[in-house]
């Protein structure tokens, strides 16, 4: 079963823009990671936050995690064409032996 | 450091077959898994492995075995390959801490994999 949800499904906007994708998830959660996959490659990690931060910064990278809610958010600032690729949200959950990723989120970028 | 290798890169089985896909990693890294990635979907957990010789199954395992003889290696098998494991298939390893993976994964380029 799926623990994470990301929101919206596809995502297009114009070079230099921000871009923000939601992750909703079902169970209480260790940390929550956010995956970058460029087409027909391997998932290249971006981010790590525990359940204890609200929100962390890498580069033009922020994510924010709302534990009451149960969901944490990805925002690029200063998109480039670079960025396009798909995003995933990963949850490690229980035991923190398995993470589940959601579904994903398509990000286009436009030069 | 290569990281985590896979190969092959693209495999064609019929129902049936057998076959292995192999995956190794050079991070000294304790724990290993392997995904799915069906079109659209995010990725499945099939099997993990905390250490050599110590395996367990993840969400989606059945057609599958695994085993870990070393640290560096986690083989996949396909034991009887169905049209439904057509699929992407992703190795990965990653540190962890008291057998808890809070730390990144580290992912393999993927192996293509369609059965007819």
């Known amino acids: ?111 | 450091n290569a990281g985590v290798t896979q190969t092959p890169k693209f495999q064609v089985l019929k129902t049936g077959q057998s076959m292995t896909l192999q995956c190794a990693q050079d991070m000294n890294h304790e724990y290993m898994s392997w995904y799915r990635q069906d079109p659209g979907m995010g990725l499945r957990l099939i099997h993990y492995s905390v250490g050599a010789g110590i395996t367990d199954q993840g969400e989606v395992p059945n057609g599958y075995n695994v085993s870990r003889s070393t640290t560096e290696d986690f083989p996949l098998r396909l034991l009887s390959a169905a049209p439904s494991q057509t699929s992407v298939y992703f190795c990965a390893s990653s540190r962890q801490t008291s057998g808890r993976i809070d730390n990144e994964q580290f992912f393999g380029p993927g192996t293509r994999l369609t059965v007819l």
């Open chain 1, 1 to 111: 079963s799926q623990q994470g949800e990301e929101d919206p499904q596809a995502l297009s906007i114009q070079e230099g823009e921000n871009a923000t994708m939601n992750c909703s998830y079902k169970t209480s959660i260790n940390n929550l990671q956010w995956y970058r996959q460029n087409s027909g490659r391997g998932l290249v990690h971006l981010i790590l936050i525990r359940s204890n931060e609200r929100e962390k910064h890498s580069g033009r990278l922020r994510v924010t995690l709302d534990t009451s809610k149960k969901s944490s958010s990805l925002l690029i600032t200063a998109s480039r064409a670079a960025d396009t690729a798909s995003y995933f949200c990963a949850a490690s959950t229980g035991s923190a032996r398995q993470l589940t990723f959601g579904s994903g989120t398509q990000l286009t970028v436009l030069p």
